[in-house]
């Protein structure tokens, strides 16, 4: 009201107006907006932000774009699936239906195993029971990105690994290609060797697994679960590639006892060449 009342008296004084003349007096009889009380200010086609302003902005602009890279990093995170137990348990069959199954469900596959395994055939993967798959034979798992490729890398799903025991880099490799690269990776191998200690670095990747199996095989000797390997021979060497003719899984109760023979055995042998050499 009071901006009207001075209007009003502007209007109805002509000296004002013949010493402050108005070029457009019009624009005193339009109504600003619908509400007299308030009066609309045409905003800035581009404005500029104050420096508090601009440093909010950034500071959203960052969080957006750290929320979105860790989106796409969840979005492509792997996984890891260990399959252990003891020789004829049936890990490399497992590992097999696994793939098969990723397969039929569309997914992308590759089979690795250790170039040191060459009983079968070197570029298959042979199950005890004579099931065969093709495979990439490699000396470390570091290589396997150059050997398939990049592009054809980038394509994979799922990554088969047999044998696993022989892998140093086993650890490494299945944490970049599941946390990194956001593959399925399927370890199968031996936990223990002959002496049941750790074989190479399978008990390493544990740690990092979305699932751990453990499977058995069944005695020899009794007709029990076997959770063991028993080397029927006397070498030593934690490596030694062989099947049935070398080993065979028993129960706790006559890995034991195998052991105690083997021992006693060894110990027979060992006075009999030392009497043979004193009668020489």
């Not at 209007?11 to 619908?34: E, G, M, Y």
């Not at 990747?205 to 028993?230: H, M, Y």
Request: with cysteine; aromatic share 8%; charged share 25%.
């Amino acid at each position: 009201m009071l901006m009207i009342s001075r209007i009003k008296w502007v209007l109805q004084n002509p000296l004002f107006l013949h010493h402050h003349p108005i070029k457009n007096p019009s624009f005193l009889l339009k109504t600003p907006t619908r509400n007299p009380r308030f009066f609309a200010v045409k905003p800035l086609l581009n404005p500029q932000p104050s420096h508090q302003q601009h440093h909010h902005h950034c500071q959203m602009r960052g969080l957006k774009s750290e929320a979105t890279s860790a989106a796409a990093a969840a979005s492509s995170s792997g996984e890891i699936h260990v399959i252990v137990g003891p020789m004829f348990a049936g890990k490399t069959s497992t590992l097999l239906r696994r793939i098969k199954t990723e397969s039929s469900n569309g997914r992308s596959v590759a089979v690795i195993k250790s170039d040191k395994d060459t009983r079968y055939a070197l570029d298959l993967i042979v199950t005890h029971d004579g099931e065969k798959l093709p495979c990439w034979p490699l000396a470390n798992l570091s290589s396997f990105r150059q050997k398939l490729g990049s592009e054809a890398y980038d394509k994979l799903d799922v990554i088969g690994i047999d044998e696993a025991q022989f892998f140093e880099d086993l650890y490494d490799f299945c944490r970049e290609a599941a946390d990194l690269d956001g593959k399925t990776v399927i370890v199968a191998g031996l936990d223990g060797d002959y002496l049941r200690r750790s074989f190479g670095s399978v008990l390493q990747v544990i740690p990092l697994a979305d699932s751990v199996t453990k499977l058995n095989a069944r005695c020899e000797l009794c007709g029990r679960q076997a959770f063991f390997t028993l080397r029927k021979t006397e070498e030593t060497e934690t490596e030694l590639i062989a099947g049935a003719e070398v080993y065979m899984p028993v129960c706790r109760k006559h890995y034991v006892s195998g052991q105690v023979v083997k021992e006693a055995a060894k110990t027979v042998l060992e006075s009999q060449r030392v009497q043979c050499g004193a009668v020489v």
